[in-house]
T-cell receptor
Framework: AQSVTQLGSHVSVSEGALVLLRCNYSSSVPPYLFWYVQYPNQGLQLLLKYTSAATLVKGINGFEAEFKKSETSFHLTKPSAHMSDAAEYFCAVSEGYSTLTFGKGTMLLVSP | GAVVSQHPSWVICKSGTSVKIECRSLDFQATTMFWYRQFPKQSLMLMATSNEGSKATYEQGVEKDKFLINHASLTLSTLTVTSAHPEDSSFYIC????????????FGPGTRLLVL
């Protein structure tokens, strides 16, 4: 069975600071991994995905994530936070073409 | 590309009435569509998976007769909340997977349902 753990329900950073959102997964087969962002009262937007190609994945809005099999992790980073990055971020895992399993989400707060 | 729309974005209805929510893939053919429910400050809960032309597969604990799903074409799925009650009030989000990129789900903007 697949599962996702997102460490920290809230992460606070200052504008311009490094953003690090943590995600660990469990999967019985090589996983597909995703990061989605959700702004208030909106659906989810795909930030990036790992599908067994390069382990360092670059996404939209300057975000990237690195797949580390030995650590079963897929942490999301951005070198410099913007105010517009404040939102809820969800990590998700899929085993092949199966359904997505989401983490509980991490709210990113960005202060001026 | 990969745009999914939902209609309506907001709906308020009286208890006992039925509400239909549409989910459309605008620029790709969706072989599979998913319906999720999201409670405030929580993650998404998968309600059901539907494949075009076949019956939906519901997750455990989701009432099939309560939440009717129809996936009539490769670009349209509908969720009907029958005899809605206040506890059905929630944020409903659909997603779709295409034929070419089968591992990725693209999400609609969501529908906020309030049952009075």
């Amino acid at each position: 069975a697949q599962s996702v753990t997102q460490l920290g329900s809230h992460v606070s950073v200052s504008e311009g600071a490094l953003v690090l959102l943590r995600c660990n997964y469990s999967s019985s087969v090589p996983p597909y991994l995703f990061w989605y962002v959700q702004y208030p009262n909106q659906g989810l937007q795909l930030l990036l995905k790992y599908t067994s190609a390069a382990t360092l994945v670059k996404g939209i809005n300057g975000f990237e994530a690195e797949f580390k099999k030995s650590e079963t992790s897929f942490h999301l980073t951005k070198p410099s936070a913007h105010m517009s990055d404040a939102a809820e971020y969800f990590c998700a895992v899929s085993e092949g073409y199966s359904t997505l399993t989401f983490g509980k989400g991490t709210m990113l707060l960005v202060s001026p | 590309g990969a745009v999914v729309s939902q209609h309506p974005s907001w709906v308020i209805c009286k208890s006992g009435t039925s509400v239909k929510i549409e989910c459309r893939s605008l620029d790709f053919q969706a072989t599979t569509m998913f319906w999720y429910r999201q409670f405030p400050k929580q993650s998404l809960m998968l309600m059901a998976t539907s494949n075009e032309g076949s019956k939906a597969t519901y997750e455990q604990g989701v009432e099939k007769d309560k939440f009717l799903i129809n996936h009539a074409s490769l670009t349209l799925s509908t969720l009907t909340v029958t005899s809605a009650h206040p506890e059905d009030s929630s944020f409903y989000i659909c997603s779709a997977k295409g034929q070419g990129e089968r591992e990725t789900q693209y999400f609609g903007p969501g529908t906020r349902l309030l049952v009075l």
